[in-house]
């Protein structure tokens, strides 16, 4: 029966490793996919059962998934859609998603934590917005607002310190504009984004003091500029020599 006997660094695809199996490499698979795994057994949860592949007619399914999971994580439902436009039996794809969810190398749990954190700790994006991501990617609604819970415990962070950052960021690209557009397209943005419109206004008032920068900026630049053309103009006239 052939068992894990080893997970090393992947020498070709860094963030990967290679997962040998009876002491011959069998997949390369993204690093957090195998946290769960190690030497002698498929995963924490299961010991006494060692990764193997599934039946010999899935094989070729099998070692599809395992490269389509190479490439990025996936869902099961988005994996299992995958495997299916490209042409896998459907009763092979079912056994393979069973498998790689038992041993581990397929979590929704995981993969929706992971996509979570991108879009809180990364390019801030809305809890309304992660949620139809993972809704897409079949993520069960559950499994997705547990993981986006966590993951602002973990950071210690909530949806308006998110929104915050996103104006604050948002903010740079708009500082050319006049006062009242740049409100009016700052709080257009943070509504598209998918922000409550109670969010998209404290968060407005949290940047208050960068927007009321830029504005103070582009008065000093206007009283600096009207001094300028106010020096550089010609000066009347001399009666006596008119």
Do not use: W
Request: hydrophobic fraction near 40%; glycine fraction near 8%.
């Amino acid at each position: 029966m052939p068992i894990i006997t080893g997970i090393v660094p992947s020498p070709d695809k860094p963030g990967h490793v290679v997962i040998l199996v009876d002491g011959v490499p069998f997949a390369t698979v993204p690093e957090e996919r195998a946290a769960g795994l190690s030497p002698g057994q498929s995963s924490p949860g299961t010991p006494a059962e060692p990764l193997r592949p599934p039946g010999e007619g899935a094989q070729k399914t099998y070692e599809r998934a395992l490269r389509l999971l190479s490439f990025r994580a996936r869902s099961a439902r988005e994996l299992e859609k995958r495997l299916i436009e490209k042409g896998e039996p459907r009763e092979h794809v079912t056994t393979v998603i069973e498998r790689l969810c038992a041993n581990g190398l397929l979590d929704d749990a995981r993969f929706a934590e992971a996509k979570a954190r991108s879009g809180i700790v990364g390019r801030p994006r809305s809890r309304r917005r992660i949620e139809q991501d993972l809704a897409r990617k079949g993520v069960a609604r559950d499994v997705a607002d547990a993981a986006i819970r966590q993951v602002m415990a973990d950071e210690g962070t909530d949806e308006l310190a998110v929104a915050e950052r996103a104006a604050r960021k948002k903010l740079r690209s708009l500082a050319r504009l006049e006062p009242m557009e740049r409100r009016q397209k700052l709080y257009a943005f943070l509504a598209r984004q998918g922000y409550a419109p109670d969010v998209v206004r404290r968060a407005m008032r949290a940047v208050g003091d960068a927007i009321d920068a830029i504005d103070a900026t582009d008065a000093t630049d206007a009283t600096d500029a009207t001094d300028i053309i106010d020096a550089t103009d010609p000066p009347p006239p001399d009666d006596d020599g008119a």
